[in-house]
């Protein structure tokens, strides 16, 4: 499948998308989410993959909506646009392998949304982050007043979302909005590093964990603690399972298979 505005290139069990309108500092298009869906959608495909990358190209992560296209869509086009938008970000949370934001440079409004929606987020010490849409007269609509709540204090939520005010890397990581800030001119190196440790892990182990975390969440601990039983005793009778232990007792390194 081929892709106007970003690039999908894939590394042993490791793919990586780059956003790539560069000139427009990776401005959320349509055009980039129908292509960010399909990519996402081509991923799911592939069983192959255990870890995904997203990126920028150029100065900007993503620096939010492209205004211009905002203001020329009707309210009929700007719902139908919202909702391809949402569906796209959701994905990106619910995929069934763990997804890395490398947050290179700008990530405002719908740009540090989409990095919300990441289950890791990376940053390397020059970023400016922002949910600057109350300062327009509108509100973040796709992820960014419901995830962040739910990600860090609720006062420094409240904070974020009511002044728009940008935070650096530092203020970010403090605040737990970034996982980690690589040392300068390593990010892509450090988000890569971190895909690669998850990729040699057991595939089905990689995937149940993602699926365990993300249904426990919107449970209650209870019901969350259950789940997770539920889906070891699947795992634990994999061939993977049975190899991990084998070769711990062997002293070797395991040879996993995905079944």
């Known amino acids: ?11 042993g069990k490791v793919a990586t998308i780059t956003f790539n309108r560069h000139d427009q500092m ?27 990358i997203l990126t920028g190209a150029g100065k900007a992560f993503m ?23 949402n569906d796209t970000f959701e994905l990106v949370g619910r995929l069934n392998i763990p997804v890395i934001a490398a947050i290179n440079g700008y990530a405002m409004g719908g740009g540090l949304e989409l990095a919300l929606s990441c ?49 650096t890397a530092a203020q970010a990581l403090e605040m737990g909005v970034v996982d980690e800030v690589a040392p300068a001119g390593r990010l ?14 057991a595939p089905l ?15 209650p601990l209870p019901y969350a603690l259950r789940h997770a039983e539920i889906t070891n005793d699947i795992v634990v009778a994999s061939a993977d399972a049975r190899e991990g232990i084998l070769s711990f007792s062997e002293k070797r390194k395991p040879v996993f298979q995905g079944k």
């Not at 990776?26 to 799911?44: C, H, Q, T, W």
């Not at 970023?127 to 006062?155: D, H």
């Open 1 to 11: 499948m081929s892709f106007e505005y970003i690039k999908l290139e894939k590394k």
């Open 26 to 52: 990776n401005a959320l298009s349509e055009g980039l989410v129908i292509d960010l869906r399909n990519a996402l959608l081509e991923i799911k495909k592939d069983e192959f993959l255990l870890a995904v």
């Open 205 to 219: 182990a990689v995937k149940a964990i993602m699926y365990t975390v993300t249904a426990g969440l919107e449970l």
């Open 63 to 85: 620096a939010g909506a492209d205004l211009k296209e905002v203001a020329a869509r009707g309210n009929m086009e700007h719902y139908k646009y919202n909702t391809l938008l």
């Open 119 to 167: 289950p890791i987020r990376f940053a390397s010490g020059q970023e400016k982050l922002a949910l600057p849409e109350e300062t327009l007269g509108i509100i973040p609509s796709a992820g960014g007043a419901q995830r962040l709540p739910r990600l860090i204090s609720p006062g420094n939520a409240m904070k974020i979302l009511l002044t728009g005010e940008t935070m």
């Open 188 to 201: 892509m190196e450090r988000a890569a590093e971190l895909a690669e440790k998850i990729a040699s892990n």
